[in-house]
């Protein structure tokens, strides 16, 4: 039984940081991409910062979206098998509830920070950003 589960999120200051945590469980492939997306309310889920855990193909790569570039970054911890996404200068348009996705197939020309990429999902996490 694949898991995903997150933590971290909270409410900050414009301004503010916080930081994101996401551990899989229950895969058996090394090679598992892994993203955090974002919904605000009455808009569609944004792929936020994506990257490879472990040594699979393209490992240690990572792609960000461009609101967020030079603000965010995301990490892992091979050994933990968890995602990790620093959110600094945090801003009321960064309020959303983040989610955590996983996958082990991509199909060829696929991104890894579109939502139809990913097979797996966490439960979300919501992060508020008050001026």
């Known amino acids: 039984q694949v898991q995903l589960v997150e933590s971290g999120g909270g409410s900050v200051q414009a301004g503010g940081s916080l930081r994101l945590s996401c551990t899989i469980s229950g895969y058996t492939s090394s090679n598992i991409f892994m993203a955090w997306f974002r919904q605000a309310p009455g808009k569609e889920r944004e792929g936020v910062a994506a990257t490879y855990l472990g040594r699979g193909i393209g490992g240690g790569a990572r792609v960000y979206a461009d609101a967020v570039k030079g603000r965010f970054t995301i990490s892992q911890d091979n050994a933990k098998k968890t995602l990790y996404l620093q959110l600094n200068n945090l801003n009321p348009e960064d309020t959303a509830i983040y989610y955590c996705?996983?996958?082990?197939?991509?199909?060829?020309?696929?991104?890894?920070?579109?939502?139809?990429?990913?097979?797996?999902w966490g439960q979300g996490t919501q992060v508020t950003v008050s001026s």
């Open positions: 996705a996983a996958g082990t197939k991509r199909a060829p020309g696929s991104s890894l920070l579109s939502a139809s990429t990913y097979t797996d």
